[in-house]
């Protein structure tokens, strides 16, 4: 068992590594790479400072030394993103940790709530379809499913903003709450961030849990035929436990890895969708960077997904050894 | 095949038994039914196109699905032909669609054929869809089934490991930073780029899948006759999770469609003159959003994308659910029941489907 979680925390580390090595090649290896950029930005607004101070300055901002060894350029890196220095974004001029500390709320807020609602309405009309099977219910919410799916969540989100946003102005299109609304506990704040997030919300469960449902309902099918059952049946088990103990356990421990690809999906998918909803969050602010080639927010925010990522598959990874036992014992999660 | 063999066959005759009996040696004998190279060629053709694809013709997904993709292919590569590349201002501004039938879907903003457009789109979508489902499947593949096969060994882990850090990276972020940063032209590499990492899942799911069939009898019996184990991965793994990968390849060729249009709508690729991404952005920012007259811009990429999307779900639908041994037995088990006949294998379905937003 403790193994399994060592093993577990090991990759996730690896993992972390790896991307934080990929970001530090590539803040180097942009063409035009952000030095340049940022010498002749500051060039251009301080024209009489002389070259040494510029590049100084330059290097202050990129937070790298470009003539010092590579090796020691990089244990530089770890060392300042360890004590959660990513270094100052050019164009808003504040401390990249800061904005992007200030927008993961916003995104993970999106994400979970999308997340839940997603697994919950894949789970439920799974379910219910897999025991009316072949009913015009199955039918026709297979097709819808399949139709759903078959829909890119930035189409959806645009339509979405379309109709609900610009057309009948029911929704706002933009933004994390009303500027009127005071941040904190209050009902006013409260209400004003949902109807924000409702949108972006809802473009990603709409696309996003046909083909969970459609996957639960095969499990459930299948649980459904399972000896097991007859058995626990014949034993004089009450329908409902039957139901919980037996054919809900079962048939959702297979969509984990659909729930841990599903994580990945949505932290990344957030680049376009809060882009469409000018909400800004972490994808919103890793767009903005790269339109401005704003290199250390740009990288930042790619950390911070990641980061992000890594997190959610743990603690998920985590929590499914406790519920299936056999995972842990290395059998199971395949 | 022996070489012996092949000198008697080459000549593309079919050669008796009784002319080569006399005078050669038992080793030298063939069969009496040896074939001739394009008998050869007749009989795998047979076996590995005509043969599935009546099966597949039997399931209304597929189908339904095949008919889409042909329609696609057909106006990627006849309907390129057919019509006129559509340049500014060859129709009035903002026609809305099925008005003048010169113009069947309307224009755009700028006075350029909707259906013309979209037309003129495919062949890059192909090249992409093709270029990037390839290298996805073909890699997995590789990775997955070598892996699968020396389950537990060093190869194992490393290629595991490295497996899993490509899964976890998040893919769209990704793509955008490698494709900032590399500025791709050529479709080939776009349709490679935008798929950059999905290979991890799949390589993961076929790993698993051989690892179901390693101990079969027939690997084991390749083994003892001491193959290589490349000739085993080959020869004898490779073909048995084929309809799986076949599958998957489908999935693959929708997420290449997804991140394309993702990334030409937000504008993060070198812009190409006619790709349904950029309609899409052309419209959002053209103020299609603002008024219902200019809405029709937005929607027939829209709608172009979807029917594609629906098209390759339903045929990986139908292919799974014919190749799946699991479905298939089940349909043996119960044919006198019509709806079981709707049974979903979730194999193929979350992978694909999910990905959408990676």
Same mark, same amino acid.
């Given at each position: ?72 350029? *990089? ?40 997340? !839940? ?7 439920? &009309?799974?379910?219910?379809?897999? *025991? ?53 506990? @209050?009902?006013?704040? %409260? ?20 083909? &969970? ?14 000896? *097991? ?20 356990? +079962? ?17 990344? #998918? ?10 800004? $969050? ?18 930042? /925010? ?29 059998? #199971?999660?395949? | ?6 000198d008697v066959t080459d000549g593309g005759e079919t050669v008796g038994?009784?002319s080569l $009996? ?8 063939v069969?009496e039914t040896t074939l001739s190279r394009k008998e ?7 076996? &590995?196109?005509?043969?599935? #694809? ?11 699905? /095949?008919?889409?993709?042909? &329609? ?16 500014? @201002?060859?129709?009035?501004?903002? !026609? %809305? ?12 903003? @700028? ?20 270029? #990037? ?18 389950? $537990? ?81 080959? =020869?004898?793994?490779?073909? +048995? ?6 599958? @998957?390849?489908? +999935? ?14 937000? $504008? ?29 811009? %937005? ?33 043996? =088990? ?25």
């Open positions: 068992m403790v193994r399994y979680y060592l093993e577990r925390l090991t990759q996730s580390i690896i993992t972390l590594l790896a991307v934080v090595t990929l970001s530090f090649g590539m803040i180097r290896l942009m063409p035009g790479g952000p030095m340049e950029m940022m010498r002749a930005r500051l060039i251009r607004q301080n024209p009489d400072l002389g070259m040494d101070r510029i590049n100084r300055l330059a290097e202050n901002y990129v937070g790298f030394q470009p003539d010092r060894p590579i090796h020691e350029q *990089y244990i530089e890196y770890l060392t300042m993103l360890a004590q959660g220095d990513m270094g100052d974004s050019y164009e808003f001029g504040r401390p990249v940790v800061d904005i992007l500390a200030e927008a993961l709320p916003w995104t993970a807020f999106v994400m979970s709530l999308s997340l !839940l609602l997603m697994f919950v309405i894949a789970i439920a &009309l799974g379910a219910l379809m897999a *025991y009316r099977e072949g009913s015009r219910f199955d039918t026709s919410w297979t097709v819808t499913s399949v139709t759903l799916t078959s829909v890119p969540y930035y189409v959806a989100a645009i339509l979405l903003v379309y109709v609900f946003g610009y057309q009948l102005g029911w929704l706002p299109t933009g933004g994390r709450v009303a500027h009127t609304a005071e941040a904190g506990l @209050n009902g006013e704040f %409260l209400v004003s961030a949902i109807r924000h997030a409702v949108l972006p919300v809802a473009s990603f469960v709409i696309t996003g849990f046909g083909a &969970l449902a459609v996957a639960m309902r095969g499990n459930s099918i299948q649980v459904l035929g399972e000896d *097991y059952m007859r058995v626990a049946r014949l034993r004089g088990l009450s329908e409902r436990r039957i139901s919980f103990r037996y054919v809900a356990r +079962n048939a959702i421990l297979p969509m984990w890895t659909s729930f841990l690809i599903a994580i990945g999906a949505m932290f990344g #998918g957030s680049v376009i969708l809060e882009e469409i909803f000018s909400y800004p $969050g972490v994808g919103y602010y890793m767009l903005q960077a790269i339109e401005m080639r704003d290199m250390p927010l740009m990288m930042g /925010a790619f950390l911070v997904i990641t980061i992000g990522i890594i997190i959610g598959v743990l603690v998920a990874d985590l929590t499914y050894g406790m519920l299936d036992p056999r995972a842990s014992r290395g059998g #199971g999660a395949q | 095949m022996t070489e012996s063999t092949r038994i009784e $009996g006399n005078d050669r040696s038992p080793f030298d004998q069969s050869r060629l007749q009989q795998k053709y047979d076996r &590995l196109i005509v043969a599935p #694809g009546r099966i597949l013709w039997s399931d209304w997904r597929a189908r339904v699905g /095949a008919a889409i993709i042909l &329609l696609y292919v057909l106006m990627g590569t006849v309907g390129v032909w057919l019509t006129e590349p559509t340049q500014l @201002n060859d129709a009035p501004r903002l !026609l %809305l669609p099925f008005q003048d039938w010169a113009h069947p879907l309307g224009s755009d903003g @700028n006075g350029r054929d909707l259906l013309r457009l979209t037309i003129h789109a495919t062949p890059h979508m192909l090249q992409m869809i093709l270029a #990037g489902a390839v290298f996805t499947t073909a890699f997995a593949t590789a990775i997955g089934a070598v892996s699968g096969y020396l389950a $537990g060994s060093a190869t194992d882990r490393i290629l595991m490991t490295m497996t899993d850090i490509a899964m976890t990276i998040p893919g769209l972020p990704l793509v955008i930073i490698v494709a900032v940063a590399l500025e791709p032209e050529s479709a080939w590499l776009i349709g490679i780029i935008v798929v950059i990492n999905y290979w991890a899942g799949l390589a993961r799911t076929i790993r698993s899948q051989v690892l179901t069939i390693r101990r079969a009898e027939y690997v084991e019996a390749s083994k003892t006759l001491g193959l290589s184990t490349r000739s085993i991965v080959t =020869k004898d793994i490779i073909p +048995n999770v084929m309809p799986y990968i076949f599958v @998957n390849f489908v +999935n693959a060729a929708r997420q290449v469609i997804f991140a394309s249009v993702g990334l030409y709508f937000l $504008g993060l690729l070198p812009r190409v003159s006619a790709n349904w991404g950029v309609m899409m952005q052309d419209g959002y920012t053209g103020g299609a959003l603002l008024t219902w007259s200019a809405a029709h811009w %937005l929607l027939v990429p829209m709608v172009t994308i979807v029917v594609l999307s629906f098209g390759l779900i339903l045929f990986a639908q139908g292919t799974d659910r014919i190749f799946n041994p699991r479905v298939r037995a089940r349909h043996a =088990k119960s044919t006198s029941d019509e709806n079981t006949d709707d049974e979903e294998e979730s194999t193929a379905t979350p992978v694909g489907a999910i990905g959408g937003g990676r």
